[in-house]
């Protein structure tokens, strides 16, 4: 880039265009913010914090007062107040704990879906539109785990219904099963912002949950969509490549051993057409083990 066009000012669609490739979709407060004018504010704005951030935590920036900003339970007439210990929007130690306590407390699926709308300890809460649970039949054979939810499912508040759930339709099609016939959650039940790769400490506190709701529902058989799932809910480090097609199991906190056939992420599929044929042998062991089962 020459000197000139450095000097030139940003072109406003581009520069939006920049901002939907990064997944800010929505403006967090009506009116535009001045942040030069931010250290200007009267006193009364900068009072304490009510949960003052704790060891190096860091608290989400906020362009209303914490107090007034509206949950997202509230928002989305999810339940009443939200759950949070401290109310901080950074992972730590303590927001893990509290998340396993409250899926270990959890006693049935709609509890444990409460608890996760109500819980505010996880940083992609705050730029998700929805809490996204679960799809499908809860008392169904087979449980099919994903990643996290994508630009539609976090506006729908369900898993996989954009092109890879489409496409994750067709492939249950194929062997007969359908969203009345399985059940259908993810690892990370909030979007991550632009659908990056959500941070190894998201993903253990969003553990809890999805063991909890994997406990809870007790399928018969799991299937998990692409690596990280898998690498989770198998606690293995090898790739997808290497774990697909292979029965493993899946052990809850429990004890109960769940057989779970790991697959390729329809996502993955969609760019990679040719692999399609690895997950059509997956999902014929499953009918073979399904049929097995009886
Ligand atoms: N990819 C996932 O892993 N989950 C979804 O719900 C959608 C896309």
Request: hydrophobic share 35%.
């Amino acid at each position: 880039m020459n000197s000139a066009a450095r000097n030139q000012p940003p072109d406003l669609r581009d520069l939006l265009a920049f901002y939907a490739e990064a997944g800010a979709y929505d403006a967090l407060v009506e009116e535009p913010v001045n942040r030069f004018e931010e250290n200007k504010r009267p006193a009364v704005e900068a009072a304490p914090h009510p949960h003052p951030a704790k060891n190096g935590e860091r608290e989400t920036p906020t362009a209303m007062p914490p107090s007034s900003r509206p949950s997202r339970g509230e928002r989305k007439g999810e339940g009443p107040a939200p759950i949070s210990r401290p109310k901080a929007a950074v992972p730590d130690g303590a927001q893990a704990a509290l998340a396993r306590e409250l899926a270990a407390n959890s006693s049935t699926l709609d509890e444990l879906r409460e608890h996760m709308a109500r819980f505010e300890g996880c940083n992609l809460k705050f730029t998700a539109k929805n809490t996204v649970f679960a799809d499908g039949n809860p008392d169904a054979a087979v449980m099919l785990v994903g990643e996290a939810p994508g630009r539609d499912e976090d506006v729908e508040g369900l898993p996989f219904v954009g092109r890879s759930g489409q496409l994750l339709d067709r492939m249950l099609a194929a062997i007969g099963l359908d969203r009345n016939s399985v059940y259908i959650a993810n690892v990370i039940p909030w979007r991550p912002p632009g659908n990056r790769t959500p941070t190894p400490h998201e993903t253990e506190i969003c553990r809890p949950f999805i063991e909890r709701q994997i406990e809870l529902a007790d399928p018969k058989l799991l299937i998990t969509l692409g690596g990280p799932s898998a690498k989770l809910l198998l606690n293995t480090v090898d790739g997808i490549l290497r774990l697909r097609g292979n029965w493993r199991s899946h052990v809850t906190a429990s004890g109960v051993s769940i057989p779970t056939m790991p697959t390729l992420h329809p996502a993955y599929l969609l760019r990679n057409p040719a692999h399609k044929k690895l997950a059509w042998r997956d999902f014929l062991e499953v009918k073979a083990r399904l049929k097995q089962l009886g």
